[in-house]
Nanobody, 130 residues
Framework: QVQLVESGGGLVQIGGSLRLSCAASGRTVSTSSHYAMGWFRQAPGKEREFVVAIKWFGSNTRYADSVKGRFTISRDNSKNTVYLQMNSLKPEDTAVYYC????????????????????WGKGTLVTVSS
């Protein structure tokens, strides 16, 4: 069982930056289980969409085209925390951002489908406005 808690959301102007954090806890985290971590977002009336994911094995990453070059995912395993640095924010980035996790194997690909992830945080709201 993994518990995920997001933080760092807020109101930011167009072109601004924000860093989100996702803290993981639970027995499987404490016993050093391996998980791929992902960020998804959902705007009102829209489907939850993939933003970025990072594997535990090799720390390979996969980004949605809409955020490539602007967002950066990173993780600090010693702190059981994953981060999402968001730069050059646009109004279309406005959404609730969710942290997600799935058990990772060496040969597994990075998944972009929300259904592939087993654990979810409650989300943090990011609003980008002029």
């Amino acid at each position: 069982q993994v518990q995920l808690v997001e933080s760092g959301g807020g109101l930011v102007q167009i072109g601004g930056s924000l860093r989100l954090s996702c803290a993981a806890s639970g027995r499987t985290v404490s016993t050093s289980s391996h998980y791929a971590m992902g960020w998804f977002r959902q705007a009102p009336g829209k489907e939850r969409e993939f933003v970025v994911a990072i594997k535990w094995f090799g720390s390979n990453t996969r980004y949605a085209d809409s955020v490539k070059g602007r967002f950066t995912i990173s993780r600090d395993n010693s702190k059981n925390t994953v981060y999402l640095q968001m730069n050059s924010l646009k109004p279309e980035d406005t959404a609730v951002y969710y942290c997600a996790a799935r058990r990772d194997l060496l040969v597994d690909p990075l998944h972009s489908a929300a259904a592939e992830y087993d654990y979810w945080g409650k989300g943090t709201l990011v609003t980008v406005s002029s």
